[in-house]
């Protein structure tokens, strides 16, 4: 498979293209979840609630932070995320006018 060509694209399509990669892991949903439902700040926490490995989480936070969906804080010898919440509500609304602009015509296929 030929790489994308991320230039020919717009830099809204590229930042949503990537969030929406983000979190499309189940491992990754699962902590968004979490951390959703704590509606705090998690400081290795997830291990024992999602059983998996620390190593694996540390790198599906990383994906997650990557694109700025979550946020962490250094607390003593530990990081703490919780949803960063200015790209949480801006990928929600970016997702609902996608799924908004389409309009059943039925003069298709």
Known sequence: MGTTKVEAYT???NLLAAQLKAIAHPARIAI?????????CICGDLVSELGLAQATISQHLKELKSVGLI????????????????AWHSLQKKVNELFNSYKELNTCC
Do not use: R
């Open 32 to 40: 968004l979840q979490e951390l959703i439902k704590a509606n705090a």
């Open 11 to 13: 830099e809204a399509q």
């Open 71 to 86: 946020q962490g804080t250094i607390e003593g010898t530990s990081i703490c995320y919780c949803i960063e919440p200015k």
